[in-house]
């Protein structure tokens, strides 16, 4: 492994990624993964990961907590804005800087566009994004694309099919710009209400091959990957749009029938009906694998920027 690249340096968007950045990551953790205990807990020795979470978390925070305490470092933060003195008023300025001083690097999410650059202007120490409103969530974007990387070997020469509410699902926009680095076939499956913003895919034009559909049906026989995504509610301007849409589509057995035998089935999670449980048992269902793989895609990348450079 060559140089580094993100010792020190803030992760806000998955558009400042090289394909060579990727391969760094997706390399750092099969290292990281494959470190005995000792080695392991050393990368992060008497250092703090500091979190404010805006928004709610399950898997972000507890993969990012659990993957700091792997490296032998511990956790700080504010998952539950009510006990904390945003309530009283505090910017979010405000609350970075103080979080700056007690952290080593820092974790936000927040509902605001923009809110981690912003963020990552302020800090001294570096800054990972762990979504920003409906725009980017980059560590998610990792961890799937290392997902299918170890669970189909390649990710290159596949057709990936990207389902549900492509209008506010941020995770679809930084998996769509990390895909972009890898010659895949994508098909957007989205009620038309729902479809991908285009002025934020804009760069990718002539990148990469796009086409749409409303209809899941159309895509099943060609997908290699079937990405889930919830219909995000909280970021609907009028629930009555959201109960319009709601329960769009359901992968189920009936639509497991219809795909390829060796079809991966991925979701960031939370599912709400999405994906019916009744698949959970399948070879195809691959969001809880996705969700372990996170933890350690996410200890190489603290590790990374923790670090000059990884044992071998
Ligand atoms: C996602 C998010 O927060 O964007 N959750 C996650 O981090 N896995 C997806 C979602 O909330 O639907």
Do not use: C
Not at 37 to 59: I, M, N, Q
Not at 240 to 245: G, S
Not at 291 to 299: N, V
């Amino acid at each position: 492994m060559g140089t580094n690249p993100f010792f020190d340096k803030d992760i806000v968007s998955i558009k400042d990624f090289v394909k060579d950045d990727l391969e760094y990551v997706f390399e750092a953790t099969d290292t990281i993964s494959s470190l005995k205990h000792s080695e392991r807990s050393e990368l992060g020795k008497g250092r703090a990961l500091g979190y404010v979470f805006y928004e709610p978390s399950t898997r972000t925070r507890m993969s990012f907590e659990a993957a700091m305490a792997s490296l032998g470092g511990s956790s700080i933060g504010i998952a539950d804005l009510k006990s904390s003195s945003v309530e009283k008023g505090e910017s979010l300025a405000d609350t970075i800087r103080i979080i700056d001083l007690y952290s080593d690097v820092i974790l936000l999410r927040h509902p605001m566009d923009g809110s981690s650059r912003f963020a990552a202007e302020l800090s001294q120490n570096p800054i990972i994004n762990a979504g920003s409103g409906s725009e980017e969530h980059p560590t998610q974007a990792l961890l799937d694309m290392y997902t299918i990387l170890r669970e189909k070997g390649t990710i290159g020469g596949l057709s990936v099919a990207i389902v549900g509410d492509l209008k506010y699902g941020r995770t679809v926009y930084s998996l769509l710009y990390g895909l972009a680095n890898y010659d895949v076939d994508i098909h957007l499956v989205s009620p038309t209400t729902l479809q991908v913003r285009k002025e934020s895919i804009y760069e990718l034009q002539g990148r990469m091959k796009i086409k749409e559909h409303s209809n899941l049906d159309e895509v099943l026989t060609e997908a290699d990957v079937i990405y889930v995504t919830r219909i995000q509610r909280e970021r609907f301007p009028d629930v009555q749009e959201y109960e319009k849409v709601k329960g769009s589509y359901t992968i189920d057995e009936k639509t497991l029938a219809k795909a390829k035998k060796d079809v991966a089935v991925m979701h960031p999670l939370p599912r709400l009906d999405e994906i019916s449980q009744s698949i959970d048992h399948t070879k195809n269902a691959i969001y809880f694998k996705q969700a372990s793989y996170g933890k350690e895609l996410r200890a190489a990348l603290l590790a990374l920027m923790l670090n000059e450079s990884l044992p071998r």
